[in-house]
């Protein structure tokens, strides 16, 4: 099993920058894609980006080039520049976890980060 701890988010002012990072820990095998996610004030999940190793970042098409991911073994990072108030949401990391090298992939999810971006 994974626990996966975020930190990074506040409050920040339109055009600013922010750093958001999660950590996994625990038993388990191996990460596949590690990813972020984001759920908006009102409601609505999108995904952010997603990293699998040995592959081209995929991101959003409202965060392209504002917006990078990394990844460092068990932990993932997002940087994010030129932040809009659009961008205002509670932030998720999420990773796709193998507990063993022969059982299927196993979705967990972080406690969320609020971001939020001031016009």
């Known amino acids: 099993q994974a626990n996966l701890v975020e930190s990074g988010g506040g409050l920040v002012q339109t055009g600013g920058s922010l750093s958001l990072s999660c950590a996994a820990s625990g038993s388990f095998h191996r990460i596949e894609t590690m990813a972020w996610h984001r759920r908006t004030p009102g409601g609505q999940r999108e995904l952010v980006a997603t990293?699998?190793?040995?592959?081209t970042p995929i991101y959003a098409e409202f965060v392209k080039g504002r917006f990078t991911i990394s990844r460092d073994l068990n932990t993932v990072s997002l940087r994010m520049n030129n932040l809009k108030p659009e961008d205002t949401a509670v932030y998720y990391c999420n990773a796709d976890v193998k507990i063993t090298r022969y059982s299927p992939v196993w979705s967990e999810w972080g406690q969320g980060t609020q971001v939020t971006v001031s016009s």
């Open positions: 990293l699998t190793a040995g592959r």
